[in-house]
């Protein structure tokens, strides 16, 4: 069955001969030579069909051109078995638009015998690949170029219908690669503007850093409140001098019984307070004491007239050093402005109290030499008459006054001229019991506040001799308010500057006001006369324990960073009155008649064996 003609191809004109048609065929079919076609063989047997089909009984040779790239496919079927060979490969896709190859080829084989044209064909077409495979100027070795043509539509494969072939989509329009675009031709008014200059933006301002985290405190606050915190910073505190601190050879004291002695091992005194103190020791410091009372005068009679023992030498150099020792408070009422002295001088004037009662009174502890005591506030606060410092027992510093009623104190502070009330205490009147039951009070008084008034005794000259007993005023009150152990724990873990420490510690009402301080607050717990009236506060034998705790405090303080705590704070005279620089440690503490001169410097370590040589535990 024959296949049905198409139409002319547009590469033969119509009423060419077959002769003309096989000769144009050589010419677009490289392996179908004109020579061939003229043959007898070939023409005899061949029909030349109109158009592009040229057959011999059941072989037929299509040639027909490609879409668009002049290329022509040429495909071997078989007539009786009514059906294509099957498409190979374009080999115009492989080979790709070299210039030895302008057509794509697909070779397919039929079941009958191969001619001698169609073997010439087919062998023709091998090589043709082989060296277009082989040739380095193909498609695969060309490097591509920057813009490619879209690729060309797939061939559609045959389909198995004897309907008409579809025809190829039409070839695709190359699109020429845009031109550089004409340069605007440059005229005044076509030149464009200096843009204005941009106006600088401020940076934005940087954020605040976020607070650091809150260190977890050191201390519980239920430690703070029941003195664990306070022990544990005496323990430190101890720990660092004994680290720090090389054992000196320098004497202890210019005044002995036995010749010179070294700070050194048991040589170094070790104050303890008064409850771990065993019944000898106090006992010891009690005798100690009253026989200071009953030693000799060592002061100028003329200057010290009503002095009538050594103890009472000890009280008249506290008064008439105070304007040079003490602070501003309303506490003494007639005080503006902080001393440099107050520590250093206080903390002579115990160790020459404390040298004297060892010395002259052969004081001594249990295994070593008598060290003064300390009397820790905190332990006290609810009932200061139930201390054994105060139980009156033989073993105490003498009980609580006969109870008087009245209406408390009122303590004016100068600088801010606030008043601090004190609720009344539990005595007021002469002790009642002890060993200090029958003492008899000389000096004074000097500042002593009366009762429901801010306004003190009259006192026209406190240096005469004023027989009178021994008063007191316990007073919880001002415990609890002024001397609880939060107070002493805070005052040393937040004060780090000697000016603020040494401020609050005072009660200085510049700088903290409405307090007495733990100090002035440890001399209305004791209240009385003279143990209220702060310019001769010694005369009451509680004095000495009481202060040994404020120098116990200072010492803390000043062991937990030594090396930056060794400064003074203020003038050299109350009030700045007279006029007096500023205090430094190459000033002089001055007790005589009781101890010779000595330097603030030489006071600020309490080991140094230069006169002091002594710790707290």
Known sequence: MRSKPSAPSPLIPSGTSAAEKCADRAHAVPFCRKSLCTTGSCQRASEMVPGRWCRRRSDHLQARPLSGEQKVIITFANQDSQRYAQPMTPVHQ??????????????????????????????????????????PGNAHHKKKPDTLAPPPAPIPRPSVSQGPRPRPPPAPVPIAPPGPKPKPTVTPTSIPKAPP????????????????????????????????????????????????????????????????????????????EWR????????????????????????????????????????????T????????????????????????????????????????????????????????????????????LFDGTELSLGSDGEFIPHDGLQLRQPFSNNTIKLKPGTGGGCIKSGPFQ?????????????????????????????????????????????????NTTTLILEQTSIKNFSSLLQGDDRFFPNTLGIHGGGHFIIGGDPGADGVIAPGDPAFWVHQAQVDRVYWIWQNLDFKNRQGVFGTM????????????????????????PVKIKNLMNTVSGAPLCYMYE
């Open 438 to 486: 029958n003492m008899t009070v000389h000096i004074g008084p000097a500042a002593l506040a009366q009762y429901g008034t801010t306004k003190p005794f009259n006192v026209t000259d406190p240096l005469q001799d004023l027989p009178r007993c021994l008063k007191r005023d316990l007073n919880n009150d001002v415990a609890q308010r002024f001397n609880s152990f939060r």
């Open 321 to 388: 050093s105070f304007r040079n020792t003490h602070l501003t408070v309303s506490l003494f009422h007639d005080a503006t402005g902080i001393v440099a002295s107050f520590f250093s001088w206080h903390r002579y004037y115990l160790a020459s109290f404390e040298q004297r009662l060892r010395t002259q009174c052969r004081y001594k502890g249990l295994t070593s030499i008598g060290a003064l005591p300390y009397w820790e506030w905190g332990l006290d606060v609810n009932n200061p008459a139930a201390s054994p």
């Open 573 to 596: 005279t109350l009030q700045d009155n007279p006029k007096s620089p500023e205090g430094s440690v190459e000033d002089e503490i001055d007790l005589t008649p009781l101890n010779s």
């Open 197 to 272: 200059a941009p106006v600088p933006i401020a940076p934005p301002a940087p954020k605040p850093k976020p607070n650091p985290p809150k260190a977890k405190p050191e201390f519980t606050e239920e430690e703070i409140n029941n003195g664990t915190a306070l022990a544990k910073l005496n323990k430190r505190a101890l720990e660092n001098v004994r680290r720090i601190n090389v054992p000196q050879k320098h004497p202890i004291s210019n005044i002995t019984t036995n010749g010179t002695r070294l700070c050194q091992g048991e040589g170094v005194l070790m104050r303890k």
């Open 94 to 135: 492989i080979i790709g638009n070299s210039s030895q190859a302008k057509m794509g080829i697909l070779l397919g084989q039929s079941p009958g015998v191969m001619t001698s044209c169609k073997r010439w064909a087919w062998l023709f077409g091998v090589i043709v690949v082989l060296l277009t495979l082989t040739t």
């Open 276 to 319: 771990k103190l065993t019944v000898t020791e106090r006992k010891s410091f009690i005798t100690a004491v009253q026989c200071i009372m009953n030693e000799p005068v060592v002061s100028d009679p003329k200057r010290v007239p009503m002095a009538k023992s050594l103890y009472d030498d000890f009280v008249a150099v506290h008064y």
